[in-house]
């Protein structure tokens, strides 16, 4: 489990050969080298094209053992940047979409998903293409996040997703769960900058009760937080907000969080902490700031 290699294997060329209907030669061709690949897409409807780059965020993963001491697994990095320079010079507009995201764990003081080295070389890069970049979108942590990349100056650069699973995931150590969540965005057609996403979810409770499932909205992120937009300014504009101490929209955030699996649960001091410095620090330097200027955990 999660230790997948940096080169040609079983895995990637099984996953390839299902995905070849919807991928181009060459994206199968990089996928069965490494687990990651990029395409283009162009519509009459659009100003300009939009490239996807699928990076194979689980060769960084702390668990995987297979990268420990590798520089560059799979010349990932390396190809990523060649991609996105590539991007920049042709005026092309890029989703990144992952599977482990990138920054620090909101539930965890201190952690990141990805291996430390790995998380500061890609926060790099995103900085440095950050103006190529529209959006960038994760999974892995079964809950529903948002993140800022900002750059040395503080300045909101890319607005990230981490959306939520539709498996629940518990473990002993954790008071909360999540329900099953499914969501939609909404982009701009001109830049494909993001505009709105819809969240549903389902109550598995209820479910389980009625042994029916009825999926519903669970919230409109620009209605929930009042919100023009998703882009960088709007999100770093939400995050101070959230911030405030005793803040009824924290709360709001962290019910939906969790996939509102359980309003009576809470989030303060130390948790609350947390979640505010991963929101606005992906990198190792800023993120310690902020925790450190937390001291003694609100």
Known sequence: QDQLPVTTSEVYNAV?????????DDAITTFRKG???????ESSDCSQPLRIISLNTNLYYSPNHVTVNITDPANQFAWLEGILETSSQKKEKVYIIGHVPIGYLPYARNTTAIR????????????KYSSVIA??????????????????????????????????????WQMESNNPGVRLYQYDLLDYSLLDLWQFYLDLRDANKKNESNWKL?????????????????????????SVPHSPLFEQYYSNFIVSYDKTIVCEEGCKTCQICAIQYLDYSSYTDCINREATWR
């Open 16 to 24: 390839a050969d299902f995905w070849k209907p919807w991928l181009t």
């Open 35 to 41: 687990g990651f690949y990029t395409q283009l897409f």
């Open 218 to 242: 669970e919230y409109i992120l620009t209605k929930a937080y009042s919100i023009e937009d998703l882009k960088p300014e709007s999100l770093y504009e939400l995050a101070k907000r959230l």
């Open 135 to 172: 959006g960038q979108f994760f999974g892995h942590t079964h809950r529903d996040s948002i993140m800022v990349l900002l750059d040395e100056e503080e300045k909101p650069v890319n607005s990230l997703f981490v959306a939520p699973a539709v498996t629940p995931v518990k473990n002993v």
């Open 116 to 127: 430390e080295y790995y998380n500061e070389r890609l926060v790099k890069i995103f900085r």
